[in-house]
């Protein structure tokens, strides 16, 4: 399938601007450009909810700004959500319009968590930071939790899973993944179809983002890529999303596949027209409300699904 035609003119008039890639600068320089592409959009629409606070949790690293979502009714459960940007960008705002539109769609509420970012934390410090959301939001909310995140934050969504089974951490209802990051190797299919495309993410920005995140001698671990663990049983049921021009579809479908095998319930979405990131273009591009309400509606799901 060709890409979608709105995306065709977004990433036009993106290439028009000839802005420059993550791996051609600093880390500091990409979060500027994060935040100065972000200012310049319109404001996505976004649904009315109940109330959106702004909170602080505590972990082992110290303080971990977080941002609370909650619908106008009892919620029936929690989303512990990790934003997107390669371990390296990305903040509470990244995930903003997405965390709301998440709340309508599921009748659940969401916390979205400001991990410390790379290179000046490196892993295990963003895993820790997630992981210590999760550990928090379990001893204080009486309802079932799911773990989300896009992208990088899908990458920890699915390492505090399997962390919370390895080390018989709190229950986790869920796992909500929108084309996470699962391994490093850069060598799939769809890296060499999709990698130097320049739409979202190439291979280099991957490798540059690995780069600040692990060691080569740390990325094996399961808990930085969770697609390298042995055992994929007694997991979350999961939702997976991934995009037909991402190079990072093929080690989502791997991940989803693996988990089914484990007779994991797994809801695995293919949108064959779509790029990285595509869930938080929430205004242009109709697929990225389509795929939230989805997800909203297996979250919902999960507080009967036995």
Same mark, same amino acid.
Do not use: C
């Given at each position: *399938?060709?890409?979608?035609?709105?995306?065709?003119? *977004?990433?036009?008039?993106? =290439?028009?601007?000839?802005?420059?890639?993550?791996?051609?600068?600093?880390?500091?320089?990409?979060?500027?450009? *994060?935040?100065?592409?972000?200012?310049?959009?319109? =404001?996505?629409?976004?649904?009315?909810?109940?109330?959106? %606070?702004?909170?602080?949790?505590?972990?082992?690293?110290?303080?971990?700004?977080?941002?609370?979502? @909650?619908?106008?009714?009892?919620?029936?459960?929690?989303? !512990?959500?990790?934003?997107?940007?390669?371990?390296?960008?990305?903040?509470?705002?990244?995930?903003?319009?997405?965390?709301?539109? #998440?709340?309508?769609?599921?009748?659940?509420?969401?916390?979205? !968590?400001?991990?410390?970012?790379?290179?000046?934390?490196?892993?295990? /410090?963003?895993?820790?930071?997630?992981?210590?959301?999760? %550990?928090?939001?379990?001893?204080? @909310?009486?309802?079932?939790?799911?773990?989300?995140?896009?992208?990088?934050?899908?990458?920890?969504?699915?390492? @505090?899973? #399997?962390?919370?089974?390895?080390?018989?951490?709190?229950?986790?209802?869920?796992?909500?993944?929108?084309?996470?990051?699962?391994?490093?190797?850069? %060598?799939?299919?769809?890296?060499?179809?999709?990698?130097?495309?320049?739409?979202?993410?190439?291979?280099? $920005?991957?490798?540059?983002?690995?780069?600040?995140? /692990?060691?080569? $001698?740390?990325?094996?671990?399961?808990?930085?890529?969770?697609?390298?663990?042995?055992?994929?049983?007694?997991?979350?049921?999961?939702?997976?999303?991934?995009?037909? +021009?991402?190079?990072?579809?093929?080690?989502?479908?791997? +991940?989803?596949?693996?988990?089914?095998?484990?007779? !994991?319930?797994?809801?695995?979405?293919?949108?064959?027209?779509?790029?990285?990131?595509?869930?938080?273009?929430?205004?242009?591009?109709?697929?990225?409300?389509? @795929?939230?309400?989805?997800?909203? /509606?297996?979250?919902?799901?999960?507080?009967?699904?036995?």
């Amino acid at each position: *399938m060709s890409l979608d035609p709105v995306l065709q003119n *977004m990433m036009a008039a993106l =290439a028009k601007m000839n802005l420059p890639a993550f791996a051609d600068g600093t880390p500091g320089q990409a979060r500027e450009l *994060m935040r100065a592409l972000r200012a310049a959009r319109p =404001a996505p629409p976004t649904p009315e909810i109940g109330s959106i %606070e702004d909170v602080t949790l505590s972990g082992p690293r110290g303080d971990i700004p977080a941002r609370l979502y @909650v619908p106008f009714d009892a919620p029936a459960g929690l989303i !512990v959500w990790f934003h997107g940007g390669g371990w390296v960008v990305g903040d509470l705002d990244s995930s903003h319009a997405l965390a709301q539109h #998440l709340v309508d769609a599921s009748g659940w509420g969401v916390l979205s !968590v400001d991990y410390r970012l790379a290179p000046e934390h490196p892993y295990p /410090a963003p895993l820790d930071d997630a992981y210590a959301a999760l %550990e928090w939001a379990a001893a204080r @909310v009486p309802l079932p939790i799911a773990v989300g995140g896009d992208s990088a934050g899908g990458n920890l969504a699915a390492a @505090v899973a #399997l962390r919370a089974r390895e080390h018989s951490g709190p229950k986790i209802s869920g796992q909500i993944l929108f084309y996470p990051v699962t391994d490093h190797d850069f %060598e799939t299919p769809s890296y060499r179809e999709n990698g130097g495309l320049g739409y979202s993410i190439t291979t280099r $920005d991957m490798a540059w983002f690995w780069d600040h995140y /692990a060691g080569a $001698d740390q990325r094996a671990h399961p808990f930085a890529s969770p697609l390298r663990a042995e055992d994929f049983s007694r997991l979350p049921p999961a939702f997976v999303v991934v995009a037909g +021009y991402d190079p990072l579809r093929d080690e989502g479908v791997a +991940y989803a596949e693996r988990l089914g095998a484990a007779r !994991v319930p797994v809801a695995l979405k293919h949108y064959p027209s779509m790029i990285h990131g595509f869930a938080t273009m929430i205004g242009p591009v109709k697929q990225a409300e389509e @795929v939230l309400r989805d997800a909203g /509606a297996w979250t919902a799901a999960l507080v009967t699904r036995k």
